[in-house]
């Protein structure tokens, strides 16, 4: 069998080194090489990746030198403070706990929940869509009939009744608990390519090459339609971030002793505070907007780099 | 014995309609078929689009689910996936895709790509893998440095030669090739085509050829098999087919290959429309009460044709064929 090929070409083992050299001074840049170049390419991008990578990269170290019970603890004396004194960066709120340093804890907690919430629920519902719609027939049918029972449950009243009925929850919880709700969206939305897809002719080559289909799916298919995953994680990413901040902003979110951007943007409740003490919401909403703006234009750099025919780095 | 049995094959789409959705009557893209594919040879499976000829492909290839009938290799009947499993059927029996642009993985380098089937029944170590991708490649008349380059930076002709590697690479016994040539321009029909002749004196590979282009299946095919409305019409040899072909289907074909001769335009029309103008008078004669093809009668030991027995027998008379 090997020596048939051996046979009937004129290459043989002595010229692997030398042809694999050849291959590879011609080879196709790799994804990550395509990726940094778009970025080089669009400059607000680029600063946009900088903004959150330092940001996240700030909150998370920053967060772990600061003390939160004591933190926390109400301290008449900075009673509403001013901004931009010494002992009070950012102001103080009214129980006078220092806005700079809830600022940081907080988005630590909101990050790290729009994180695992995004992590959780768009894996589930990335399997889900792709199994769905790969195999279609009764799997599919009995695979969405859950989807639409679950489509079907009042989300945010169900959140509110797990958290009410939760006796000690923390951000941990609260994630698991909101990752229940928010992988359909994902999964239909890849369920609908993912039965275009299968019925192309590549699959048809794989199953004819004999691949398992558990390879098909996740090794052939996933990778045709990473475009799509990749603009649906960024923007659920961003959502997420609203997600907890929303539900927090309600009452319903993380423990009003757990700071985190939705308990600091409910300060803006109170007319008072908007007019007069603008420091102790304005920081948080004006994160939030720029935390979401930088992570939108980053996932349209991503799915530039996905899109051949989009881009506009310098490699081809 | 011949490579590969199939007899009696169906393949049934069912159409679902109603309130309850139930199933009231089914597409027949396939309906009955049988013929062997003998070891070395090229078969020519040759019909219109929607005749079933790539439903017949597909399903030798066990792409297909079939409603009946079976497919028999090396005495197992491949139609049931675990004799598909138990004999690593896919190892011996391969596919050439019409579409070359959609069948290879956009996604996926070309190494990647041919060694998939490797991959899954030789699970050769790196270098070996590798070495055999080139050689392949070197079969085909592609350079090393395709290796790590994507399908799409390929031209038409060198991406099908880059499928017909795919297929070749774990030393099929039985290629199918479903219109592997009819999305190229002429050139490279002829390259692609050369490549696969080469291909298959080199290993001694089987084709299925799956083609709507009598032109093409000539120069490929030693035996052919007409198709129409999923059931064959006319079974035979180059010579039989060509130069003495029984039903009108066939005829019909073979009137519409389209011939450069100008000085003799007026005469090939007037042949085209005599052809024409039987298949309208004498359709009742060629197909059944339901528009079907009759079942298979045998004219000569190669020859058989989808005709009642004594109609066959007279026009075989006319064509001056010995009888069988």
Known sequence: MAENFERHSDISAADLARLTQEAQAEATPSTAKIIWSEFKADKPAMAALIIIVGFILFVMIGALFINTPKMMETNIMGYFNQPFTADYWLGADSAGRSVAKQLIVGSRNSIGIAIGLTVISSTFGICWGLISGYFNGYIDWGMQRIYDFMMMLPMTMMIIVLVTIIPHYNSVTLTFIFSIFYWEGTSRLIRSRTLAESEKDYVAASKASGTSHWKIIFREIMPNISSLIIVDCTLSFAE????????????????????????????????????????????????????????????????????????????? | MSLIEIKDLKVHYPIRSGFWNRVTDSVRAVDGVSFNIEAGETYGLVGESGSGKSTTGKSVVGLEKVTSGSIMYKGLDITKAENRRKLDYNHDVQMIFQDSLSSLNPRKRIEDIIAEPLRNFEHLNKDDEKLRVLQLLNIVGLDADALYK????????????????????????????????????????????????????????SYLFISHDLGVVRHMCNNIAIMNRGRLVEIGTRDDIYNHPLHIYTKRLLAAIPETDVNAREAHRASRLAVEAVYREQQSKYYDEHGEAYPLVQVTPTHAVALPQNVAQQLARQEGEVQA
Not at chain 1, 252 to 275: E, R
Not at chain 1, 277 to 305: D, K, M
Not at chain 2, 155 to 184: C, F, H, W, Y
């Open chain 2, 150 to 205: 994507y399908p799409h930076q390929f031209s038409g002709g060198q991406r099908q030669r880059i499928g017909v590697a795919r297929a070749v690479a774990t030393n099929p016994k039985l290629i199918i090739a479903d219109e592997p040539v009819s999305a190229l321009d002429l050139s490279v029909q002829a390259q692609v085509l050369n490549f696969m002749k080469k291909i298959q004196r080199e290993f001694g590979i």
């Open chain 1, 240 to 316: 997420n971030i609203g997600v907890e901040t929303g539900l927090s902003y309600l009452g319903f979110g993380l423990p009003s002793q757990t700071p985190s951007l939705g308990t600091m943007i409910a300060n803006a409740n109170d007319p008072n505070n908007i007019t007069q003490y603008w420091w102790t919401w304005l920081p948080a909403a004006l994160e939030i907007i720029i935390l979401c703006l930088s992570i939108s234009y980053v996932g349209q750099v991503l799915r530039r780099a996905a899109d051949a025919s989009q881009r506009q780095g310098a490699l081809d």
